[in-house]
């Protein structure tokens, strides 16, 4: 497989179908794997987030905002950029740093680290907007997956961190945010 190729199969996005398989890859993965994987999955849907709201970008530009040292070549910048244009609620973008923070912990520990680490369980308890996705309200709405994500044992510090992960691609993807909306921030007008 030639650079090219492997280049390609890199920058596939997972199908929106692919959630229940997606879901059993991760639960057959180390901890270390499994939350780089799931946080990957965060970064991508903050990127097509910010694509949405581009213009046409040809590769050679888009290469130069998100690969290698571009601006907006990292999950942090993502997280910002998203945010500064209100495509990210203040909580919302406080717990997908959360989800960064916490890959970004498994990615470069040198130490054995797992979900029952007591920093990183400290950490994923944070992650709280899956919970109000599980309100029995959503299931009025009949939005795919509800009836997966009730079944969250979210005490469990991996499975709350996974399908947090899971939650945020699922909404970013499904629902890209209207920068007009009132994203009911308190504190939108501090500086």
Known sequence: MNQRS????VNQRVPKDDLPKLL????NMHDRAAAIVAATFVEDALEDTLLSRMARL???EHDRLFRGDAPLSTFAAKIRVCRAFKLLSKTWADE??????IRNAFAHARIS???STPEITARIKRIRAIESFIDPVYAELGLPFYDLFKKIPLGEP???FLHS????????SHFPPDPDF???DDDDDDP
């Open 6 to 9: 492997l280049h390609h199969v």
């Open 158 to 160: 991996r499975a709350r």
């Open 58 to 60: 040809s590769k050679a």
């Open 182 to 184: 009132d994203l009911g």
């Open 113 to 115: 680290i797992n979900f």
């Open 165 to 172: 992960c899971l939650f945020f691609w699922f909404m970013l």
């Open 24 to 27: 059993a890859e991760l639960r």
């Open 96 to 101: 997908i740093t959360a989800i960064k923070d």
